[in-house]
């Protein structure tokens, strides 16, 4: 059977998920510290107004509120045996919301990073995180997820192993890496490296992109990135409303949502399919995309210069990409024994 | 490639070029060449405290500049730091015994609900780099264990890390508590992770914000400073 989502993307030709999950619940009244995860089952009603919130601004996918249910973040709250239990129930509630949308909505199980390092540089081996992801898998499964969705990875491996784990579990997804340091992930991958390690996997994902990271203009350089590499697979571009402000003893985002109606255009000419927010991305952002995507036209590819001037600049000077990158210290070679 | 042109006798080396290629060794993060090279300055007499601010903490310098400007990646800083620790190791006892200055102590852990900690050990390894002696508080970190830990370690800084935006405003809650306590100015209070920026620092009274575990131990070093200078002065 084709996936909901690989028919709607043969029908249209962009999409557009959701925003922030953080900043929405923490206008719901979530603490700092708080596992989100366990609202599914304390909380239902808000997340139901979480979900609801996105699909009535025009959603044609959202992310279920389960991103840090896995055994490694969980244990964290002593509820390491909850993945699969918490990771279902999102995905139950995810379910109910879409039905009743009238129209084609994608629940996407939300999975994100174990927070762990993988071997060889950390502890975390291969085999341990692959059964961590299946997990989570299989509970999104289990409550009625239409795809998997992973997101905000710095470390190739772990990508990896996610994968295996979606496997495992038999279910399509898509995957999204943080491009935050210097225009490479955390580990030092660049945008190029990432349509590479995508399409070594041997279940590739049906979109892959980026989420989160610095700010709008980062973000849809790495789009620009991806594109260049000729990939014919669907790019999401999820970016941050802004940068985070903490005014009043609440955190803001400073994107407002012309802005991010700008940023939404200007990703669809960058070459991405799957269009939306994360950190600070609200309904009404997502409202003044979504209007933005059906009446405007599609543009010319822009330039970095444009991308700075609609949006403002860059993190940093280059994202690794190209021959400008910066190079390392010249050592003296040495034979290891 | 000859492989005869390539072995390196560290032992056969002078100082000078040792000290050069050590730090060429901690920026491949090789481990047991920098635990050889501690070894033989020790055995040309040099100050336990000299290897570590001359060897270790210049080449660590050049990692943390390098990974500051994007060219090294955590991966290879973690590779460095390792390579850091086993010289520490052989150095630490030493440097206890002969009494050499100490630089400063830094209580540092990621906050409430936070497991991300691979800045904060970037962070605290980097200090070590530097000289600082660093208490680890670990992960999801309340109010009372950075404040408790801070008073019984006698610190001088207090790190707070971050990698989530359900997490970060938890460091506003420790600051808050500190000030109410009446000891807010007896520490300086550094934070960081991935998604704040100076203004967030600024906002929640954090002395500052660190982009990376680079800026992080120049900040330490220069707040350092600054409060022995104030001492100093009265």
């Known amino acids: 059977m084709t996936n909901p989502l690989t028919k709607l993307l043969s029908e249209r030709d962009w999409l557009m998920t959701d925003g922030a999950t953080g900043t929405n619940l923490f206008n719901m009244g979530l603490e700092s510290g708080e596992p989100p995860e366990f609202w599914n089952v304390d909380e239902r009603a808000k997340i139901v107004s979480l979900y609801k919130g996105a699909v009535d601004a025009g959603s044609d996918i959202f992310l279920t509120n389960s991103f840090g249910a896995n055994a490694s973040r969980l244990k964290l709250h002593k509820a390491e045996d909850r993945a699969f239990e918490l990771s279902r129930i999102s995905a139950e509630i995810g379910r109910e919301i879409a039905d009743q949308a009238g129209r084609t909505v994608i629940v996407a199980g939300s999975v994100g990073p174990t927070g762990a390092i993988m071997k060889p540089v950390g502890d975390l081996g291969h085999a341990e995180a692959v059964a961590m992801f299946e997990e989570t898998a299989k509970g999104l499964k289990a409550g009625g997820a239409?795809?998997?969705?992973?997101?905000?990875?710095?470390?190739?491996?772990?990508?990896?192993?996610?994968?295996?784990?979606?496997?495992?579990?038999?279910?399509?997804?898509?995957?999204?890496?943080?491009?935050?340091?210097?225009?490479?992930?955390?580990?030092?991958?660049?945008?190029?490296?990432?349509?590479?390690?995508?399409?070594?996997?041997?279940?590739?994902?049906?979109?892959?992109?980026?989420?989160?990271g610095v700010g709008a203009s980062d973000l849809l350089r790495t789009v620009l990135g991806f594109s260049a590499q000729g990939t014919e697979r669907p790019i999401?571009?999820?970016?941050?409303?802004?940068?985070?402000?903490?005014?009043?003893?609440?955190?803001?985002?400073?994107?407002?949502?012309?802005?991010?109606?700008?940023?939404?255009?200007?990703?669809?000419?960058?070459?991405?399919?799957?269009?939306?927010?994360?950190?600070?991305?609200?309904?009404?952002?997502?409202?003044?995309?979504?209007?933005?995507?059906?009446?405007?036209?599609?543009?010319?590819?822009?330039?970095?210069?444009?991308?700075?001037?609609?949006?403002?600049?860059?993190?940093?000077?280059?994202?690794?990409?190209?021959?400008?990158?910066?190079?390392?210290?010249?050592?003296?070679?040495?034979?290891?024994? | 490639m000859s492989e005869e042109e390539d072995e390196i006798i560290l032992s056969e080396l002078d100082d000078n070029d040792l000290v050069q290629q050590m730090f060429d060794d901690l920026y491949d993060g090789l481990k047991e060449e920098i635990e050889e090279g501690v070894n033989i300055l020790l055995e040309r007499n040099w100050e336990p405290y000299r290897i570590l601010t001359?060897?270790?903490?210049?080449?660590?310098?050049?990692v943390g500049r390098d990974f500051r400007d994007g060219i090294l990646f955590v991966p290879e800083v973690l590779l460095a730091a390792n390579a850091m620790k086993g010289?520490?190791?052989?150095?630490?006892?030493?440097?206890?015994?002969?009494?050499?200055?100490?630089?400063?102590?830094?209580?540092?852990?990621?906050?409430?609900?936070?497991?991300?900690?691979?800045?904060?050990?970037?962070?605290?390894?980097?200090?070590?780099?530097?000289?600082?002696?660093?208490?680890?508080?670990?992960?999801?970190?309340?109010?009372?264990?950075?404040?408790?830990?801070?008073?019984?370690?006698?610190?001088?800084?207090?790190?707070?890390?971050?990698?989530?935006?359900?997490?970060?405003?938890?460091?506003?809650?420790?600051?808050?508590?500190?000030?109410?306590?009446?000891?807010?100015?007896?520490?300086?209070?550094?934070?960081?992770?991935?998604?704040?920026?100076?203004?967030?620092?600024?906002?929640?009274?954090?002395?500052?914000?660190?982009?990376?575990?680079?800026?992080?131990?120049?900040?330490?070093?220069?707040?350092?400073?600054?409060?022995?200078?104030?001492?100093a002065a009265g």
């Open chain 1, 146 to 212: 239409d795809v998997l969705w992973l997101e905000t990875i710095s470390a190739p491996e772990e990508f990896r192993a996610a994968a295996e784990g979606f496997a495992n579990a038999e279910m399509d997804w898509c995957g999204t890496m943080s491009f935050d340091t210097a225009g490479r992930t955390m580990m030092g991958l660049t945008s190029a490296d990432m349509v590479q390690l995508v399409e070594s996997l041997p279940n590739p994902p049906i979109g892959f992109g980026a989420n989160c």
């Open chain 1, 236 to 337: 999401i571009a999820k970016g941050n409303a802004g940068i985070p402000k903490f005014i009043e003893g609440h955190i803001h985002y400073d994107g407002t949502p012309d802005l991010m109606a700008e940023y939404a255009i200007l990703a669809r000419d960058c070459g991405a399919r799957i269009i939306g927010g994360c950190c600070g991305t609200m309904p009404e952002h997502l409202r003044a995309m979504r209007e933005a995507l059906e009446t405007r036209p599609k543009g010319q590819r822009p330039s970095l210069e444009i991308i700075t001037e609609k949006l403002g600049g860059f993190s940093s000077d280059n994202d690794g990409t190209g021959a400008d990158k910066p190079a390392a210290r010249p050592r003296r070679r040495r034979a290891r024994g």
């Open chain 2, 54 to 62: 001359e060897a270790l903490v210049g080449g660590m310098t050049i």
């Open chain 2, 87 to 231: 010289g520490m190791a052989i150095l630490k006892p030493l440097l206890i015994e002969t009494g050499a200055p100490r630089v400063g102590k830094m209580v540092i852990g990621t906050v409430k609900g936070d497991i991300h900690d691979i800045g904060k050990n970037l962070v605290g390894m980097m200090m070590e780099g530097a000289g600082f002696e660093v208490v680890d508080l670990g992960i999801n970190n309340a109010v009372d264990a950075y404040i408790d830990t801070a008073k019984s370690e006698g610190a001088d800084i207090v790190g707070m890390s971050a990698l989530l935006t359900t997490t970060m405003p938890y460091m506003k809650v420790v600051i808050d508590t500190m000030v109410e306590q009446g000891i807010r100015d007896d520490y300086i209070v550094l934070v960081g992770g991935a998604p704040l920026n100076e203004e967030f620092g600024r906002a929640i009274g954090a002395d500052a914000y660190c982009r990376d575990a680079a800026v992080a131990v120049e900040t330490a070093k220069e707040f350092i400073a600054r409060k022995h200078n104030q001492m």
